[in-house]
């Protein structure tokens, strides 16, 4: 079955970087557009950037653009999230999301905290 498990989130500093992997299985990874989103409590799930199959198109959040960056890697099943510049107001649970066939399948969800 679907399986995308989320890493690398964590405790980092006000200006830090992370960079958080999603690895993927049980469905052919480089036929479909993978996303991150994100979410604090009390507010809904936000999209945080997409890429397309071969890593050709990418989208961005207006909160983020310029400070991360999405890539993937279709040999390994892995897509990624680079985030630089960190802010205080980025700390939420992100979660790697896939959509297959009219369904939306997501990851555990790891956790980033940005706060000095």
């Known amino acids: 079955q679907v399986q995308l498990v989320e890493s690398g989130g964590g405790l980092v500093q006000p200006g830090g970087s992370l960079r958080l992997s999603c690895a993927a299985s049980?469905?052919?990874?480089?036929?479909?557009?993978m996303s991150w989103y994100r979410q604090t409590p009390g507010k809904e799930r936000e999209l945080v950037a997409t890429i397309s199959r071969f890593g050709g198109t990418t989208n961005y959040a207006d909160s983020v653009k310029g400070r991360f960056t999405i890539s993937r890697d279709n040999i390994k099943n892995t897509v990624y999230l680079q985030m630089n510049s960190l802010k205080p107001e980025d700390t939420a649970v992100y979660y790697c999301?896939?959509?297959?066939?009219?369904?939306?399948?997501w990851g555990q969800g790891t956790q980033v905290t940005v706060s000095s």
């Open positions: 999301n896939a959509l297959i066939d009219k369904y939306s399948y």
């Open positions: 049980g469905f052919t990874f480089r036929q479909y557009a």
